[in-house]
């Protein structure tokens, strides 16, 4: 079953998106404009005679192969790979291109306009909005950030999940606040009356 190049299209003109489609390479080539990557191409990918799904960003970073934060950057993808749903990195050594992927096996079932828009969609805002910012800190300073806004989702989903946990969970550390301080190391603890 899986799917084919017509039904993706179709998901993309659905959507209003502007593509090419490479039939010889069982492919769609389109792409988007973004905040962090000046060339945003997108390759949709069918392998396997459509069984196999492959929704990738090419050459999203450059210049790795002989940067002296390679390492880092390298150590930063996988990080974010393991924060992410879907998104994946793929490194090539002889040339250092850098992709940011997502693929999975359709195998005997269909690919549905949802999967498609959510893989879609995901890529985008993952690689502009989440990753390439963080890669860029470490491509410039040689060190990973991390996720800044890990903590501003953390809270949303709180808040989501459970209205009104947030405003007890600060009145509690504004309470913790105004009982006072624990004394510094430098302090003598208070003598006890016994």
């Known amino acids: 079953m899986g799917a084919t190049l017509q039904q993706i ?31 945003f191409l997108i390759v ?25 934060h390679k390492a880092a950057i390298l150590q930063t993808m996988l990080c974010i790979s393991w924060e992410t749903k879907m998104l ?17 096996p359709l195998e005997d079932s269909t690919l549905t306009e949802r999967q498609f828009n959510r893989c879609l969609f995901s890529l985008v805002e993952l690689v502009d909005e989440i990753a390439l910012p963080r890669l860029q800190t470490v491509m410039e300073t040689g060190e990973d950030p991390g996720d800044v806004t890990e903590g501003e989702r953390l809270l949303l989903k709180l808040q989501e999940e459970s209205p009104g946990l947030l405003d007890v969970l600060e009145r509690a550390m504004e309470a913790r606040k105004r009982r006072g301080r624990l004394p510094s190391e430098s302090e003598d603890p208070p003598e006890s009356k016994g």
Do not use: M
Request: proline share 4%; net charge negative; charged share 30%.
């Open 9 to 39: 299209a179709g998901y993309l003109d659905n959507k209003g998106w502007k593509y090419k489609l490479d039939e010889d390479e069982c492919r769609i080539l389109t792409g988007v404009y973004a905040e962090n990557i000046q060339e």
């Open 44 to 68: 949709i990918q069918l392998d396997e005679d459509g069984e196999f799904f492959e929704l990738f960003a090419p050459r999203v970073l450059s210049g790795v192969n002989n940067h002296p």
């Open 88 to 104: 994946q990195w793929e490194y090539d050594p002889s040339d250092g291109e850098i992709r940011a992927i997502i693929e999975f």
